[in-house]
């Protein structure tokens, strides 16, 4: 594009996004247009100036409705779903120091199946045909969390002939109804919070919940007491594995409550997925690696007696299961020349373990 001018719409901005592959698009004050492009922020062209924060109002103000653009001056931050003719995209704009700022997430036009992202069918449909429980899908920010609980939920939707309530912070994947009755919810937009929408959940007779992120001591409570009571509950934690988000859990439970909170997991908890997108070795984009936990008789017993320290090996024995862990799945990727030594040895849990690994 020769011409570097400040479009006029954000929806031309993201029709470029879309188009070369872009996770994230950014639109900053003061900061030229960019995108992330296989995880790296860089500018869309190398020469554009630097938007101005008269730009990105009019840019803002091209995309926001009137009620959302009165949201962002109460409260100085809005997230929504956006969506125009090129597909989905999760918002989100701020204000800060020296204007206004937008980051698009796009998202899938497509649902993307298991297949497609090469999850461990094998391993992962029996966890998906349980009646009750908890199955939670973790990593970092911009690891595919959403795309892969989104597939997760999409298989169950063609698989089974059930009640589906996601509720989500925005709707990111709209999902029709197959054989499935599916509602989605969003937080904000048709409930004021994760724990009240879970609460009004337990009285719609759902038979599997998607909770969209469980960031707090009561949308766990709540999503912990669903899966006990007979509902499949899907959701996704920050963490980057599967000893840490149980952790994680028991971290935000008040000590007097932990042993009890331990054996509710213990009881309830059907697998931990948690991923990471990892540069490929060629640069033509990036790879999944991939960690799975499958609640055994074995790891049931190093939760109820808080030994999460031990579960790295007791995944190490369970590979019958699917269990890997993800050295393991780091290890195999770079085997197979997918990822580079360097992305192996810094993404690693253990690194004294990994460099040993390649020195042998």
């Not at 904000?188 to 707090?216: N, Q, W, Y």
């Not at 001591?217 to 007491?225: F, R, S």
């Not at 020349?337 to 460099?355: F, N, P, S, T």
Request: proline letters at 3%; aromatic letters at 6%.
């Amino acid at each position: 594009m020769s011409d570097h001018q400040v479009l006029d719409h954000v929806d031309q901005y993201l029709r470029l996004g879309r188009e070369y592959g872009c996770s994230d698009v950014h639109l900053a004050a003061t900061f030229p247009p960019a995108w992330r492009r296989f995880g790296q922020l860089q500018p869309i062209w190398d020469d554009h100036q630097p938007l101005t924060a008269e730009d990105t109002e009019r840019l803002v103000r091209s995309f926001l409705d009137e009620r959302e653009w009165n949201r962002l001056q109460e409260k100085g931050d809005v997230d929504f779903a956006y969506a125009n003719d090129e597909g989905r995209f999760r918002a989100s704009v701020i204000k800060q120091r020296l204007g206004l700022d937008m980051v698009f997430r796009i998202i899938d036009s497509k649902i993307r199946s298991m297949e497609d992202l090469q999850l461990p069918m094998d391993h992962l449909l029996p966890l998906t045909r349980y009646q009750n429980g908890l199955i939670l899908v973790t990593g970092a920010v911009g690891s595919g969390k959403s795309t892969t609980l989104a597939a997760l939920v999409d298989f169950i939707n063609a698989d089974r002939e059930d009640h589906i309530l996601t509720l989500e912070d925005p709707i990111e994947y709209v999902f029709d109804s197959k054989n499935c009755h599916v509602n989605q919810r969003e937080v904000h937009l048709h409930t004021e919070s994760f724990a009240k929408a879970l609460r009004g959940a337990l009285r719609e007779d759902p038979d599997v919940i998607m909770v969209g992120e469980m960031r707090d001591l009561e949308t766990i409570q709540l999503a912990l007491t669903a899966a006990e009571t007979g509902h499949l509950v899907l959701g996704t934690l920050h963490t980057g594995n599967g000893p840490r988000t149980l952790d994680r859990i028991l971290d935000v439970f008040p000590t007097d409550q932990r042993d009890q909170i331990r054996i509710m997991v213990s009881e309830s908890l059907r697998g931990i997925l948690s991923q990471q997108l990892v540069p490929r070795a060629d640069g033509e984009g990036r790879v999944m690696a991939l960690e799975l936990l499958v609640n055994t008789a074995a790891v049931s017993n190093c939760i109820r007696e808080g030994k999460t320290f031990m579960l790295p090996g007791v995944m190490q024995t369970g590979k019958n299961v699917g269990m890997i862990t993800m050295d393991e799945s780091l290890r195999q990727l770079y085997i197979k020349g997918l990822i580079a030594k360097e992305e192996a040895l810094y993404r690693a849990e253990d690194k004294v373990q990994m460099e040993a690994f390649f020195q042998s």
